[in-house]
């Protein structure tokens, strides 16, 4: 736990929850939610359990760190681990089944937490479908029926209670319900309710300094992140204002992967679910466009290929670059099958197309392959084979590169026809830059780009998916990254790098642990590296804070043209671009 003072500064005072003896079974996909006791002393822990990645029964919990159970911090005592506080009693699973917690819901029965002004904590049980009141004691005091309370909150002024309902649905996130109840046990009614949007009220807060008591619901409806103020009217809500984020409508909400259409200098930044955006690489117009993808990659006479129609499993869809849809022969806009893995960001491995419009993508989710569809959109026949799942069951298809583990992806296609494939895996002989030698996150989560010819190789990865062997890769050009799994519970894998390579076989490879970018040759010379930490207010040497001169927060994609390198900041949100300047410039007339 981190405490920060209210006036702005960085000092904090970090608290660890646990000690390492305590040897804490609570995965890290599961939030853990924290309220504090009116006085300050103690920090009561809800949503902690050791749960299996795909709970189907109570056997998949650990015992010793069951689901609904409540946990007491003693903040005056800070080396002492949190204690059990209360269980919530949940019904005989053989006669009552209930819904299991996962890595898909990151909820277990006890939910969202809160503490009054007399130090009674409410715990939202989304088993039993009410609001627990607990004594300071850990003695059950009253319950409000509630359906699904996700989250909950109290006035410490009049006791009022706030809850955000949301159903539990396997990974999806359904609108919520906030309601506002008076009274505790049968006493308890309902008097107001709003129907909210998308995802808000995922982040939540209730502010009583004024008149009114107001809530503060934060999440993104159709993609685009909201902070929404309502006020509390009595019987009824009333939401005075929601565009406090993203003023402007064409503000890049995530980035996620990026191309770029070099003929025509435009930029392509998708949000790695569904959104694209389109901008000028000139004059940075632009914003929405009306396709939707996951990942997509530019073709010659800017034709756009992509990946699905919104999610990370679907068909190549083909644009042109007009935005209308540009059917092959036989009349269809869409064609094969791609698949990769859901994931925080839709984490799919990448896709690119070659001057032949032959689209390449890595199909699948830890144990992957390259595959390809020529310009008719019929699989390429490559020597190799792999064995595709698809809804009519196993498919035998020919790949180009065989055995890619997941954790990495990203691919790249030159002018030559050779194959660039990252895999999370650095050389031997490979030695970090001196200031990030012992840096664990560098030795983890970065990887290395293999170069495999037109007729494509193998990668041969043991059962934790980490590369053992690349077979017939003619060279290796490493420190991209970061790539997800380290420290991450199960097979979690969250969004990858993007990597580019120009007409010229050079390669632009982001770092976002280094914050940096390196521009090579085909050798694995560095022509250039550029780049340094900066945050939102760092806009480069004319801006209120001009150091670094090109600032980046997160590099995670980078796309190329002649003029231009265009870098795909996630943390800034924002894509930052670099002028290349060469130290000659010559035009030759072409007879």
Known sequence: MNFFKLD??????????????????????????????????????????????DGKKPEDIDPNWPQGRIYRKDLKQPDRDPEPFYDLPLPDFSKTPYWMPSAWDK??????IDVDADGHVFVGDLVNHEVVEISPEGKRVSAVKVPWPDKVMVSRRTGTLYVISRKVSRGQLPPAKLSKITG??????????????????????LDESGKAPVLWLAGSVDGTDRLVRVEDRG???????????????????????????????????????????RFDGRTGQGGLIPIKAVDLAIGRNGMIYTWGTGGYQGPIARYSRDLKPAPLASGEHTYGYLYGRAGRGASVCGIDVDLLGRVFATWGTNRCFVLAYDAEGKPVPFKRKAIMQTRKGPEEVPVAISGVAGYGGSLRVDYQGNLYLLQKKLPKDFHPPKEWA????????????????????EVHADNSYRVKEVVGAVRAYPDCGPISQWRCAGSCACTKPRFDVDGYGRLYIPNGITFRVSVRDNNNNEIVGFGGYGNLDCQGPKSNEPSPSIPLGWPVAVGASDDFIYVGDCLNHR???????????????IK
């Open 8 to 53: 702005g500064s960085n000092e904090a005072t970090t608290v660890p929850l646990w000690s390492a003896k305590a040897k804490v079974n609570c995965p890290r996909w599961l939030d853990i939610q924290v309220a504090i006791s009116p006085d300050g002393r103690y920090a009561y822990l809800s949503n902690v359990a050791g749960v299996a990645y």
């Open 107 to 112: 909820k277990t029965a006890a939910a969202g």
């Open 184 to 205: 505790r046990g049968k006493d308890a009614k309902i008097v107001a309710e709003l129907q909210l949007e998308g995802t808000i009220g995922g982040a939540y807060t």
């Open 235 to 277: 019987n009824n809500f009333v939401i005075t204002g929601d565009r406090f984020l993203n003023a402007d409508a064409n503000a890049i909400a995530f980035v996620g992967y990026l191309d770029v259409d070099a003929e025509a200098e435009l930029v392509y930044v998708t949000r790695s679910g569904d959104k694209i955006w």
């Open 438 to 457: 012992k840096d664990e996150a560098y030795r983890h989560a970065v990887g290395t780009i293999y170069k495999f010819p037109p007729e494509g190789g």
């Open 575 to 589: 894509v930052v671009r670099v002028d290349k300047k060469f130290a000659a410039v010559r035009s030759v007339p």
